[in-house]
């Protein structure tokens, strides 16, 4: 069964500080791995993709790595600010004859204290 | 539209009563999806379309949930005699295909059944 675990399930950091959210998935066949930002009572935005040859993709303060090997995948935010407090879900898509199948994450909560 | 919208954004209905979801993609985008979230989890895999038919359904819990996109474009999901376990936040995405495109997600309509 195709499955995405994340970890710490919640953490909170104080604003300027550096945290990495992690995410490992036994999903096949690998097609592609997202990590989506949600804010509360929002939808999901797409921050980063990275594809089976890709080990690292940044997006500003976001930097993502992605271990195809180990099926591990991280999130680094770096000087973080209080509009980073939202949940981050690890997606990871697995390539299915009627169009590629996403698998979500639990998410992590990650709030931002000044 | 700039984007996917949902509507209602909040819909609280009685156990046993008859709801219908509605779903505007962003325009051209041929693929949609359905997703329900609970509190604190991460988006669940429903439906997808692919133009105006369903290419995968698997992800629909049993025969209450139906969706619907006679044209291709606005979607509508409708549950008949709802229960409480159904309460949940439900979301829709759109991408311009199908395959690896990314996803773009609406800000869902929270579902409550009292």
């Known amino acids: 069964k195709n499955q995405v675990e994340q970890s710490p399930q919640s953490l909170i950091i104080l604003e300027g500080k550096n945290c990495t959210l992690q995410c490992n998935y036994t999903v096949s066949p690998f097609s592609n791995l997202r990590w989506y930002k949600q804010d509360t009572g929002r939808g999901p935005v797409s921050l980063t993709i990275?594809?089976?040859?890709?080990n690292t993709k940044s997006n500003g303060r976001y930097t993502a790595t992605l271990d195809a090997d180990t099926k591990q995948s991280s999130l680094h935010i770096t000087a973080s600010q209080l509009s980073d407090s939202a949940s981050y879900i690890c997606v990871v898509s697995a390539i299915k004859a009627a169009g590629n199948k996403l698998t979500f994450g639990g998410g992590t909560r990650v709030l931002v204290k000044p | 539209g700039a984007g996917v919208s949902q509507t209602p954004s909040n819909k609280v209905t009685e156990k046993g009563k008859y709801v219908e979801l509605r779903c505007d993609p962003i325009?051209?985008?041929?693929?949609l999806y359905w997703y329900r979230q609970s509190l604190g989890q991460g988006p669940e895999f429903l439906i997808y379309?692919?133009?105006?038919?369903?290419?995968?359904d698997s992800g629909l819990p049993n025969d209450r949930f139906f969706a619907v996109r006679p044209e291709g474009s606005v979607s509508t999901l409708k549950i008949q005699r709802t229960e409480r376990g159904d309460s949940a936040v439900y979301l829709c995405?759109?991408?311009?295909?199908?395959?690896?495109?990314?996803?773009?997600f609406g800000p869902g309509t929270r579902l409550t059944v009292l």
């Open positions: 995405a759109s991408s311009i295909a199908g395959g690896g495109n990314e996803q773009f």
């Open positions: 325009s051209g985008h041929t693929a």
């Open positions: 990275m594809t089976f040859s890709e």
């Open positions: 379309f692919q133009g105006t038919g369903a290419a995968d």
